[in-house]
């Protein structure tokens, strides 16, 4: 079953507008990822932000997370027409499952030029 | 180097066909991870390996699934008798450790399977 839930589920912007996308989850969690998805096939993962953190930057990307209100925000700064594509956020959240990881539904992010 | 490697990249079968998905997962990686993807929606988990054991099948949607995995090496998820609700992109990955802290995963490409 998912955990999480993305919102919006599609999210058309220009290029150079920024791309906010929010992710809620259920249980509580040992960290919170980002991944990126092309075409619908391999994941690529973005950044992490783990339970004692609360934001996080990389290059173009700031994550948040606020384990009281159980959510997360990705914000992409700049954005390009290459950033088209899936986001998802997956939680991680037993440590006797190895790094399990469950993903919410997603985003679709596209960047018109 | 090389990453984790699926295969096929793609299948079409028949229902109540029998399908094999591989996957390579990075050579040393102790930990593999499979999960489904089903048209427009997130990942879902199946079932992981450390080294060969999987102390968690938990995942697997229903008794047509199974999985293994040899030599600490290559994966083979199984399903017997495919119906329709089984089409969906297979992705697999694998990390250095499990437990114990966050460490990364690295996905395959994934298998797209169609049930006709």
């Known amino acids: 079953s998912q955990q999480g839930e993305e919102d919006p589920q599609a999210l058309s912007i220009q290029e150079g507008e920024n791309a906010t996308m929010n992710c809620s989850y259920k249980?509580?969690?040992?960290?919170l990822q980002w991944y990126r998805q092309n075409s619908g096939r391999g994941l690529v993962h973005l950044i992490l932000?783990?339970?004692?953190?609360r934001e996080k930057h990389s290059g173009r990307l700031r994550v948040t997370l606020d384990t009281s209100k159980k959510s997360s925000s990705l914000l992409i700064t700049a954005s390009r027409a290459a950033d088209t594509a899936s986001y998802f956020c997956?939680?991680?959240?037993?440590?006797?499952?190895?790094?399990?990881?469950?993903f919410g539904g997603g985003t679709r992010l596209m960047v018109k030029p | 180097g090389a990453g984790v490697s699926q295969s096929p990249s793609n299948k079409v079968t028949e229902k109540g066909k029998d399908v094999e998905l591989r996957c390579d997962p990075i050579?040393?990686?102790?930990?593999l991870y499979w999960y489904r993807q089903r048209l427009g929606q997130g990942l879902e988990f199946l079932i992981y390996?450390?080294?060969?054991?999987?102390?968690?099948k938990s995942g697997l949607p229903s008794d047509r699934f199974s999985a293994e995995r040899t030599g600490e090496s290559v994966s083979t998820l199984t399903i017997q008798r495919t119906q329709q609700e089984d089409s969906a992109v297979y992705l697999c990955?694998?990390?250095?450790?499990?437990?114990?802290?966050?460490?990364?995963?690295?996905f395959g490409p994934g298998t797209r399977l169609t049930v006709l």
């Open positions: 249980t509580s969690i040992n960290n």
């Open positions: 050579s040393g990686h102790t930990a």
């Open positions: 390996f450390q080294g060969n054991s999987a102390p968690d």
């Open positions: 932000i783990r339970s004692n953190e």
């Open positions: 990955a694998s990390s250095l450790i499990t437990g114990g802290g966050w460490v990364e995963q690295f």
């Open positions: 997956a939680t991680d959240a037993r440590e006797d499952a190895g790094n399990m990881l469950t």
